[in-house]
């Protein structure tokens, strides 16, 4: 059913605008007079936000790009929960969060989900017609909410879990942000000097003809190089990474990068506990939300983001539904740490897997503050050190000339 944007003036002197579906422009006009709202302005907005060959409820997700970001889901998660506290029917609840949203493409993916509902699909239904706006945890978990009765605190679970999601992503983010940004300037500033600046000093050398220091030689050779090839140097820089990205992108490439991240130092220790972190809670906020083990941990593994712990998860899956408990097949991939282990082993013979889970999460993301906070602490001096040593080199190469040519007018 197409979705129309509208603005009109109410039977109070009030104005109105949000977005209304309707058969067509006729019964949205209809729709809204019968709703105390004469149209000043009515325009089709589905194309805005979904892809313009949707057919009513059968979207289409090929190129068409993601229109709700993390953010905007959360912030809608929380407020269709607090409507839904409230005492609010699904559909009426749905209606007032289109209202609330302010940008027109997340108005018109809510007013298509509402049509859905009510039409009467059920809600995880309908979101699973979105599954680049709301994944698999999301959508297991509305059903769950749906099939216990209580849709309003799932929500907010979930809203709550995306928060603490987003909230970690940031944190390594911008931690990493500084050390970045040096680098890359670093970078270009050593650039500039060996293209422009170490070429015409050492062009004077060259002139006068005489035996130069072994690190003028390879200063003056470096520069020439970047100077004359850096258009190659930089189109196979673009091959070489276009390739890496190309093999990483299979399914041996990803493992294998994977595995050789988990290992590097301080880099494989917060990928490590970031994964952990996002497992478990995930899996708890699932668990807790009445989703079976087995398809929480199917769905849980998929968003720690590495396949080598992904592996390693599904392989403890296939063994719990052999009969197994959690803990022993989780230790013997000898892939997570014994504290995690040892914490889920006492969940499994407490019967609070949850909160162990919960724990568990709580101590990862602490853990993840101190490892990157140490990461960021080390990196700056590192980076600062490998600078200085390349400008010392640089200074030695250009002065050690100088001297002898002094040296040779006395």
């Not at 979930?158 to 983010?173: G, W, Y």
């Not at 740490?337 to 919960?358: F, Y």
């Amino acid at each position: 059913m197409p979705v129309y944007a509208y603005k009109g003036l109410r039977a109070d002197g009030g104005t109105a605008a949000g977005i209304i579906d309707a058969e067509s422009l006729r019964g949205a006009r209809l729709k809204l007079r019968q709703g105390g709202v004469y149209p000043t302005e009515l325009r089709e907005t589905r194309a805005s936000g979904l892809d313009a060959g949707h057919a009513a409820g059968h979207p289409s997700h090929g190129a068409r790009p993601r229109s709700l970001s993390p953010t905007d889901l959360a912030l809608a998660t929380r407020q269709l929960a607090t409507l839904l506290v409230a005492g609010l029917p699904l559909v009426d609840a749905l209606g007032i969060l289109v209202d609330q949203v302010e940008k027109k493409s997340v108005q018109s993916l809510f007013a298509d989900i509402r049509e859905q509902v009510r039409a009467g699909k059920a809600l995880s239904a309908a979101l699973g017609e979105y599954p680049r706006e709301f994944g698999q945890i999301y959508t297991q978990m509305v059903r769950a909410g749906e099939a216990s009765g209580a849709l309003d605190q799932i929500l907010f679970r979930l809203s709550e879990f995306l928060e603490k999601q987003q909230a970690l992503k940031s944190k390594v983010t911008n931690a990493l942000m500084y050390p970045v940004v040096m680098l890359v300037v670093g970078l270009g500033v050593l650039f500039l000097l060996m293209t422009f600046a170490i070429p015409k000093i050492t062009a004077v050398f060259t002139d006068l003809g005489q035996a130069l220091p072994w690190p003028t030689v390879v200063l003056m050779r470096a520069s020439d190089l970047l100077s004359r090839y850096w258009h190659v140097l930089l189109i196979g820089l673009g091959a070489t990474l276009y390739g890496l990205r190309r093999y990483v992108r299979t399914s041996n490439g990803q493992y294998r990068m994977h595995r050789l991240m988990l290992k590097l130092p301080l880099i494989g220790e917060i990928a490590r506990k970031v994964a952990i972190s996002r497992l478990s809670s995930t899996l708890a906020t699932m668990l807790s939300s009445g989703v079976q083990l087995l398809d929480a941990l199917d769905v849980s593994r998929r968003v720690m983001n590495n396949r080598v712990l992904e592996a390693a998860v599904e392989e403890a899956r296939q063994n719990i539904r052999e009969g197994e408990s959690i803990a022993v097949p989780l230790k013997r991939s000898g892939e997570f740490p014994p504290l995690v282990t040892h914490m889920v082993a006492v969940g499994e013979k407490s019967g609070e897997m949850e909160e162990m889970l919960k724990r568990i999460a709580g101590i990862y993301d602490g853990e993840v503050d101190r490892v990157v906070a140490r990461a960021t602490a080390l990196l700056e001096p590192i980076m600062i050190l490998c600078m200085g040593v390349i400008v010392l080199f640089i200074v030695v190469a250009i002065l050690l000339p100088i001297f002898e040519m002094g040296q040779m007018v006395r």
